[in-house]
């Protein structure tokens, strides 16, 4: 466990300072922080205790859903928060177009390496990562229909507060897949032995299918 949580806490502070590195370049954000952004505008509350907020209202739609949190729920509402005030606090507003450039793209793989760390530990989902997995659950509709009804949903309430969307919001959302699909077995044990196997299985199927 001891081992687990210096995996989980690092990476969900690392979650939020990439947050921060993507917030400071203006090109766009993902869903999730163009809403914080927006609320942030109406609301006067830092960028960071919002998407506290947040995470612990979604948290709270967890229990129609019947879903159970984890350690690495609760600390993933309370962690990423503080790490992106924190990067804010520390980052300069980059003002070049090829700098802010810069700081998305390092955030964004920032994000995917940081997810990898996290993730791995396997201390529980995220509560957005829950919400999605739990309308799975309830409602039997595929995981994509629901996790894209809840990120438009989410961007469109944003955008109409005032968030910031932008190209960055749509290369995040094209991108951030495939980075995760490498930094996820990459700094996962399990996900790297799950995925080795699934590799010798269908090479064998190969070899005798030929």
Same mark, same amino acid.
């Given at each position: ?9 690092? @990476? ?8 921060? /590195? ?32 947040? &995470?612990? /209202? ?11 949190? &984890?350690? &690495? ?8 928060? =503080? ?32 997810? &990898? ?9 995220? =509560? ?26 989410? %961007?469109?309430?944003?955008?109409? %507060?005032? @968030?910031?969307?932008?190209? @960055? ?9 495939? %980075? ?6 990459? /700094? ?23």
């Amino acid at each position: 466990m001891l081992l687990r949580l210096t995996r989980l806490i690092p @990476g969900l502070l690392l979650y939020g300072i990439a947050d921060a /590195f993507m917030i400071r370049a203006a090109v766009g954000v993902d869903s999730w922080t163009v809403f914080a952004q927006g609320t942030a505008l109406h609301t006067g509350l830092s960028i960071g205790l919002l998407t506290n907020i947040i &995470g612990a /209202f979604v948290l709270l739609l967890w229990i129609p859903l019947r879903q159970r949190p &984890g350690l &690495g729920t609760v600390l993933n509402i309370l962690l990423v928060g =503080p790490g992106i005030d924190l990067g804010l606090w520390l980052l300069p507003v980059p003002e070049p177009m090829w700098l802010r450039v810069l700081f998305f793209t390092t955030g964004m793989v920032l994000l995917a390496v940081a997810s &990898g760390i996290y993730i791995g530990a396997h201390l529980g989902p995220g =509560p957005r990562d829950g919400l999605m997995t739990g309308i799975h659950a309830r409602f039997g509709t595929p995981i994509w229909v629901g996790r894209t009804g809840v990120e438009l949903t989410v %961007l469109v309430l944003g955008w109409l %507060l005032g @968030g910031n969307v932008g190209l @960055g919001t749509v290369a995040f959302a094209l991108l951030i897949g495939p %980075l995760c699909g490498f930094t996820l077995p990459f /700094f996962d044990p399990v996900a790297r032995r799950a995925a080795r196997e699934t590799r010798e299985r269908e090479a064998a199927e190969a070899t005798s299918r030929s």
